[in-house]
């Protein structure tokens, strides 16, 4: 007769089996979850290179031509036996900043160029800002969505501006994060893995990540200076706004319309 140690040994590992594979299955696999940049409608949406010309802001995320179209990032998040893994909270796929730079006091796992705090830029009141969070948490499918200027309540990769969600700088490569796993981007949903990296171009670029108070998340002339005399010169991918291969009056144009701009200016809220 089996002993009721073994049978309690038995039991044990039918519940391990039983256990283990759905704790594996709520695993992001990175060799499979990815990040790709659209704009547009969520049903028929643009992604690459044209997408990415709408990833362009200011520290105030004002006017129409900032942030245009819903730009976001899709977030697919699968397991490594390819299925979706849905219910993921949103607070936990991020876009994640350091806050400031080290200068700053500033360390972490997410980037140290953006400038995203109030502690030393007070007079604009900028928010602190550590996770740029998805607008609502996977679906079925394991997609979820970032969409830079804001979530729209119940409406997923839609933009609403958000007067929280305000920063400065400029990085060519911020982490994507899904519950602590770092995933890599693709520049259309079919391209290879890595062929994008999340970014956003900044009109403030320039400045605001030493100790100094009050200089960073701030359009003025340190900005728009470098993409005068990029004008006709050798090619400045930051300061290609538009995305269209060349930096040029359009741009110039652009960032002189968006001068003195900061959190709180023109818009205060």
Request: net charge neutral; hydrophobic share 40%; with cysteine.
């Amino acid at each position: 007769m089996m002993s009721k140690v073994a049978k309690l040994g038995i039991a044990m590992a039918v519940l391990a089996v039983l256990i283990v594979p759905a704790a594996y299955a709520g695993v992001p696999d990175v060799t499979q979850s990815f990040y790709v940049p659209q704009r547009g409608s969520v049903a028929t949406p643009t992604e690459g290179a044209v997408a990415i010309a709408s990833a362009r802001r200011c520290p105030n995320d004002d006017g129409t031509q900032v942030l245009a179209l819903s730009s976001r990032l899709k977030v697919v998040v699968k397991a490594s036996d390819g299925s979706p893994i849905a219910g993921i909270p949103a607070s936990d796929i991020c876009v994640l900043f350091n806050g400031g730079t080290p200068a700053q006091g500033f360390s972490g796992v997410g980037d140290d160029s953006i400038i995203a705090n109030f502690q030393f830029n007070q007079l604009s009141s900028c928010p602190d800002i550590r996770c740029v969070q998805a607008d609502a948490p996977t679906d079925a499918a394991g997609v979820a969505y970032i969409t830079w200027i804001g979530a729209t309540a119940g409406s997923p990769g839609v933009g609403t501006r958000d007067p929280f969600r305000k920063w400065g700088g400029y990085a060519g490569s911020i982490p994507v994060m899904v519950l602590g796993f770092q995933l890599q981007g693709k520049l259309t949903s079919g391209s290879a893995l890595g062929s994008y990296t999340a970014h956003v171009k900044s009109l403030d670029f320039v400045g605001g990540r030493t100790a100094a108070a009050n200089q960073g998340e701030l359009v003025n002339s340190l900005d728009i200076a470098p993409v005068q005399a990029a004008v006709g010169h050798p090619y400045q991918y930051q300061m290609d706004f538009d995305n269209n291969g060349i930096v040029n009056s359009i741009d110039l144009s652009f960032i002189k319309a968006h001068n003195n701009h900061k959190c709180n200016f023109p818009t205060v809220n």
